[in-house]
Each structure stands twice: as structure tokens, then as C-alpha cells.
């Protein structure tokens, strides 16, 4: 509280400015005896209360035969402020911090808040407060805290000064005739001359009435000024004196702090229980009509522009962590798992539906997992991949997931025991024929998944956006009404259906990037253990919990094994999907083209060949042909062979045609 001290004569410093000389407070003045007095920091003041008259011994300003020092006392007491207390000769020194810019120099008997006369002496700058400690040779007593004690509340707002005269320019001097419209009057004259809160306007008519005038206002009288009612008007008068002079990025920082906003790729996310979500901003729009109805439009699309700008954040880097309900995982290098708090500063736009417990365990899942997948281990274990894949903010290993099977095969029920555990909020439900639309891939962004469960079977024109996805490659992404922006989708492609889409037209590096689970078993009403709540029970937090543990155990052995494993079960329903789309792969099936044939006849020969007897088989089937070009490529990449020009003299005429050979 104090920065150093100094030599005193009484209550003042003994030596004029430009010679005294300061000491730490940690060390005696040396070679002293006297008086001394002590600086007041910087961002203190010292109230000072004189109970007595210097000259007379007279009593000043009694308040109801009880001296203003002790019913400052009293009140600060009673609300439990924390200050300092010197004892004087004639009244009291209180010492609390000072909120900056309210006093900058002294004010000498100056009436508070609450009508107390008293004087406010600042520390440094231009006001040199001094603390006398000492006097006459006597050291004074503190009766609360000290010299050193900083431990201390600011000012409390119902004693900073309010006027150097008590009459005006607001008349504090009120009579028992006048206290009901005297006090009302002064609530407002505080909100709207003074700038209080409401609430600080009603607490300090409540102090003046309890402690300070001598004919206080009965209990039911003084409710009756602070009712409710009078509470809104200084409300709606507060709200006008402030939206007068508010800027645009005040009322943009309420907003912000008020939602917890950031802005990322132009869209409003808020943090909500450890997760940033899409923010609707018409809950802009509802705050502004509510707590700053007299401000227009036009101001309001300044404030979201200002929104936008104070707010923006780069999207966030992937950092392998994991977002659930509980808390945020995170994996080693070991493959332990480590549960931290949420944070405001973690920026995440996506939570599990599941709470971390290594030790739940769901009876209900394992049973139906093992009748969805045949009790086949490696199928499960291929679905433990694919919810670890699911959680990780990546796409690189570039996996699309089929879900094939008869209606009532729970195909459908796995898939939203899924979205139920990525949260419903975090699936899209794009599919194929969508993809390509205008604003087809708005809904995708910040999406754990895309999740379409009934995908008919339909002719797949092109597949670039489709593999794109799957890839996570830079893609342009149009919402209605806000800018184009680039996107790299880090969330998963699952699709239910009961035949697999034709794919042929444009069927290059699909292969690869699949993952198929086939359903056998049909559910039946008549089963003994048929389940019409099945969904419901599958979304449980328990099972949910399960999901987690299994999601881990898979995110563990695809970092192991450094990607998918293979399994028999996939394997064959993946070579079923491409003999259903690649029409070069068919045609060699079907015609019984092995690799000798393919070796010695011409790729083309006029009207003859492999690739016009493969265009014969197109036409038959009802396929378009692929482009010479492409049928090459197609039989070099499966078989390793290469093309190469051949050429031949037949009567006499020399001819060219293209032959396949090994490498």
C-alpha cells in the first residue's frame, strides 16, 4: 500500500519536495527519532473522515448522534468490504484500492454516494498522499490491517464521491416531508447524470435510507420505491443513456462474450459443453431487439461485420486428440489414454455422444455385433477400425464404408447407433446424386460423418467429388447467401443399401478406397429375441461407453498395423462390387480371357481384337465402353503389362497395331 517513507513534522513531510529524501519501508530512517509519514502508492486512496472540529473539539455532522466515521465503519462491515483503518485524533483514515480514472486528484469534503461528507486523497500522481504513522513522537494505531496490507476491495461504488456541495447540484438534504419523491428522483438522477447500474442506484437509495438519513423511510415504504417496476425503467433508461454513445465493437464484444463466439470460414460457432456448435446468428438479432431495442438494422450489420472480424480463427490444426462428453483423449505413442478437462481454448467442432469409462462394457452390443457380422471376430474387429477411423480428424487412409444387405438386416440400426454416438448434429446425410448439386456439400463442413443409410441403386455419372472426399482434398464449398470458401473434409463416408450403386461410367479408384460389411441375417418380428426398441436401447449412455472403448481399441490397431485390416468376409463382397461395376473386369471374367489371349491378339485391329470384342460385350450387357485408353490402362495395372507397337507385313502392306507384353 505504501511505495517508501520519509522524515515527518506531525502530519506533514518535514523537509519541502525537492529535498526530502525516501526510504524504504523495509529499513528505519536512519539517524531518526522524529515523526515520519509514508507515500500512498498509485492505485490506493485514503478516505478521510474528521468527526471533530480542529478548533473547537466541536462534533461535525453527527449521523443520529453516531459519528460518520463509525457508520462508515458499520456499513463497510455489514457488506463486508476489505480496507484499512487508522485511528486519528479527530476521526478515521479508511484505505482502499482505486479503480482507475475515478479520482484523479483531491477532493476535500466532497459528499458521497450515500450523503457522507469526507475527503478522498488519491496515492501519487499530482495528489502526494502521505500517511502520518507517527506523530508527535506517537505511533498511531491501525484498529484494521496495516501499512503493508494490500489485501484490500476497491472503493466500494456507494462511497465514491459524488458532489462538492450537499444541495446541488443533486439536494442530498432530504426531510422526512420529501423522502419518497426525493429518493425516487435520486434514482434516477444517478442512472442518467451519473452512470450507475440500476442495481448499484437501488443499493445506494437502500445504504442512504438504512444508515444515513435521520427520519428513514419504513421497510414497506422503501420496497415500494425499489419495486420491480421502477428496476425496469432505470433498465430501459440505462440502456438509452448507453446506446447514445456505444460503438459498434462494444456491443460486438457484449455479444462475443455474452455466446462465447469465434468465426471460422465466415460461419459463427459459440462454445457450448466443451464444443464449439453452429451458431444461429438470429440470436443476434433476438439480443439486439431485447437489450438494445433503439438501435437499427444498419447498426446491427455492423456489429456482425465487427463480429466477424474480432472473432476469426484459422481452422484448427489436428492435434490427434478426441472430443467426448467427459472431457478431451488423448492418445501417446504407447497408445495410452489420457482424459483432460474441456477448455474454451481447445476449438473443437465435434463430440462424441459418450462418456470415457475404460471399464463399461455393453452385453446388448456384443450380441448384436456378433449376429450382424456372423460371429466373424475379423468383422468386428474391422468395425472397431472403422469408429477408431471416426474419431481420428484425419482422412488418411482414404476408406469409404458400404453397408450391404436385405432390408431387416440391421444395417440401418448399426448406422444410427453410429450417428448417435458421432451425435446427430455432427452427421450429414448426403448422398451420391447430391454431391454434385450447386450447394450439394454446404451441410458437410465440421462433420464427423456423412451418413446416408437407404442408397438406392443408381447410375454414377461421375465420382470425383465422391473420391475427393473420401481423400480429403481441397474442395469449393457454396452455402446460400455467404462466400465460397475452400474445404478439406477430415469426416468419414458411410452408406446403407440394400444393392451397391453402378459406378461403372466412372469406376477408376473406387476400388481402393472401399470398405464393405455385408448383413446376412434377417431380423424377423416372430424371433424370440426380436427387439422393437432396439434403436432406443442402442443409444444408451452404457452402450454408447461401449462404443467408446471399442472406437479406442480400433483407433490402437490402425495406428499398429497402419491402416485396415483384411478380411475374407470384405474381401469377397469387394470383388462382387467391382464385378458388378468394372465392365473390363466382367468382360474378362465372362468371356474367359485369360492371360495368354490377352498376350497374342492385337488390343485393336480394325474391326478386330481385344478391345472391339470388349465393346461387343459392352453393347450386349447394356454398358457403355470404356475408352480404348482407359481399357489399356485397365488390363496393364491388373495383370503388369505394358503396351507396345507391333508391326507386320500382310500382302504386301505394312501394318501397326498395339500389342500387350510383361514388363
Request: glycine share 6%; net charge neutral; charged share 30%.
Amino acid at each position: 500500500m505504501i511505495s517508501d517513507i520519509c522524515k515527518a513534522q506531525g502530519k506533514h513531510p518535514l523537509e519541502p519536495e525537492e529535498r526530502r529524501v525516501y526510504y524504504s519501508p523495509d529499513e528505519a530512517i536512519p539517524n531518526w527519532n522524529g515523526d515520519e509519514c509514508a507515500r500512498l502508492k498509485a492505485g490506493f486512496v485514503k478516505g478521510d473522515v474528521d468527526d471533530y472540529d480542529k478548533k473547537t473539539g466541536e462534533p461535525i455532522n453527527f449521523i443520529k448522534g453516531e459519528r460518520r466515521s463509525d457508520v462508515i465503519k458499520r456499513i463497510l462491515d455489514e457488506q463486508k468490504v476489505k480496507y484499512n483503518l487508522l485511528l486519528t485524533e479527530r476521526g478515521k483514515h479508511f484505505y482502499f484500492k482505486l479503480p482507475e480514472n475515478l479520482i484523479g486528484a483531491k477532493k476535500i469534503n466532497w459528499y458521497s454516494n450515500i450523503g457522507i461528507e469526507m475527503e478522498y486523497h488519491p496515492g501519487e500522481g499530482t495528489a502526494k498522499t502521505h500517511i502520518p504513522y507517527k506523530v508527535n513522537g506517537i505511533m498511531r494505531q491501525w484498529a484494521v490491517g496495516s501499512l503493508y496490507n494490500e489485501d484490500i476491495d476497491e472503493i466500494p461504488f456507494w462511497l465514491y464521491p459524488l458532489q462538492k456541495s450537499k444541495d446541488r447540484p443533486f439536494n442530498l438534504d432530504i426531510t422526512s416531508g420529501s423522502r419518497n419523491s426525493a429518493l425516487s428522483s435520486y434514482l434516477f438522477y444517478l442512472v442518467e447524470n451519473k452512470q450507475y447500474t440500476a442495481e448499484n442506484a437501488f443499493q445506494i437509495v437502500r445504504l442512504m435510507n438504512d444508515y444515513v438519513l435521520p427520519d428513514p423511510l419504513p421497510k414497506d415504504e422503501i420496497d415500494t420505491i425499489l419495486r420491480d417496476e421502477t428496476l425496469h425503467k432505470l433498465k430501459e433508461l440505462e440502456r438509452e443513456k448507453a446506446d447514445k454513445t456505444i460503438s459498434h465493437s462494444e456491443v460486438a464484444q457484449e455479444i462475443i462474450e455474452k455466446f462465447n463466439i469465434i468465426t471460422v470460414n465466415s460461419n459463427f460457432y459459440n462454445y457450448e459443453g466443451g464444443v464449439y456448435k453452429p451458431f444461429d446468428e438470429s440470436k443476434i438479432t433476438e439480443h439486439m431487439t431485447t437489450f438494445r431495442p433503439k438501435l437499427n438494422g444498419n447498426f446491427e450489420k455492423e456489429v456482425v461485420r465487427h463480429i466477424r472480424g474480432l472473432t476469426r480463427t484459422d481452422y484448427p490444426e489436428d492435434d490427434g486428440t478426441v472430443n467426448i462428453r467427459n472431457g478431451i483423449l488423448t492418445f501417446s505413442d504407447d497408445g495410452a489414454v489420457t482424459l483432460k478437462p474441456h477448455s474454451k481454448d481447445y476449438i473443437s467442432f465435434r463430440q462424441f455422444n459418450a462418456i470415457y469409462d475404460p471399464k463399461v462394457q455393453c452385453k446388448l452390443l456384443d450380441d448384436c455385433l456378433f449376429k450382424w457380422f456372423s460371429d466373424d471376430s475379423e468383422q468386428i474387429e474391422l468395425f472397431n477400425q472403422l469408429l477408431g477411423y471416426l474419431m481420428m480428424n484425419h482422412v488418411n487412409y482414404q476408406k469409404i464404408f458400404f453397408f450391404v444387405g436385405a432390408p431387416a438386416t440391421g444395417k440401418n440400426t448399426l448406422l444410427n447407433a453410429i450417428a448417435c454416438f458421432c451425435r446427430k448434429e455432427n452427421i450429414s446425410a448426403i448422398q451420391l446424386d447430391d454431391m454434385g448439386a450447386p450447394f450439394g456439400l454446404a451441410t458437410i463442413v465440421n462433420k464427423t460423418a456423412n451418413i446416408f443409410a437407404d442408397l438406392k441403386k443408381s447410375k454414377v455419372i461421375a465420382s470425383d467429388k465422391f473420391k475427393m472426399l473420401a481423400d480429403g482434398s481441397p474442395l469449393k464449398i457454396n452455402q446460400k447467401h455467404k462466400p465460397e470458401f475452400t474445404y478439406s473434409f477430415t469426416g468419414k463416408l458411410l452408406f446403407g443399401m440394400n444393392q451397391y450403386p453402378d459406378f461403372s461410367s466412372d469406376f477408376a479408384g473406387i476400388e481402393r478406397r472401399l470398405v464393405i460389411f455385408t448383413f446376412k441375417h434377417i431380423f424377423k418380428q416372430d424371433d424370440k429375441d426380436y427387439n422393437p426398441r432396439l434403436t432406443d436401447d442402442l443409444s444408451t449412455d452404457e452402450c454408447m461407453s461401449a462404443l467408446l472403448n471399442k472406437a479406442i481399441s480400433g483407433y490402437k490397431t490402425l495406428l499398429d498395423n497402419r491402416g485396415f485390416i483384411s478380411t475374407k468376409k470384405s474381401g469377397e463382397a469387394l470383388a462382387d462390387f467391382v464385378y458388378a461395376n468394372d465392365s473390363v473386369r466382367r468382360w474378362l471374367h465372362e468371356a474367359g480371357i485369360d492371360e495368354d489371349t490377352l498376350l497374342h491378339n492385337p488390343i485393336k485391329d480394325g474391326y478386330k481384337g481385344l478391345y472391339p470384342d470388349y465393346c461387343a460385350f459392352c453393347i450386349n450387357i447394356g454398358e457403355t465402353a470404356k475408352r480404348q485408353r482407359d481399357f489399356s490402362s485397365d488390363i496393364c495395372t491388373l495383370y503388369g503389362f505394358e503396351p507396345f507397337q507391333k508391326e507386320q507385313r500382310l500382302k504386301g502392306e505394312r501394318i501397326r497395331y498395339q500389342m500387350f507384353r510383361k514388363k
